[in-house]
């Protein structure tokens, strides 16, 4: 009869090997430091929804949000997410604003 340990390292070399190891995006995300002077434009206001996106008070697909974006830059864009919102939702907005130029992100939560 074949003992309890062989077994289990059978199983745990079997998982081990089967198994698939990969590295998701980064996101990198900047955190608030005290004391920086406060720009002279107004922030743009990026409200996120589970089924809409507003910028300032104009509702925005995901698609056309970079380009409603690159004609204000330099700029300060808050972005506060509301109920119901998924991980990925935010991620997907987090990804068409991450390779804008001039654009400062800040996510702020409720």
Not at 3 to 12: A, C, R, T
Request: aromatic content about 6%; charged content about 15%.
């Amino acid at each position: 009869m074949t003992s309890l340990i062989d077994v289990i390292f059978l199983l745990l070399l079997f998982f081990m090997l089967s198994s698939t190891f990969t590295r998701f995006g980064d996101l990198p995300l900047i955190t608030a430091s005290g004391g920086a002077s406060a720009k002279a434009d107004a922030p743009a206001f990026l409200r996120l929804m589970p089924d809409t996106l507003t910028l300032d008070t104009q509702t925005l697909d995901l698609a056309a949000l970079p380009g409603a974006l690159a004609s204000r830059a330099p700029l300060l864009v808050i972005l506060a997410p509301g109920d119901g919102v998924t991980a990925q939702r935010l991620v997907d907005v987090l990804g068409a604003l991450r390779d804008q130029p001039d654009i400062t992100l800040r996510v702020i939560g409720g």
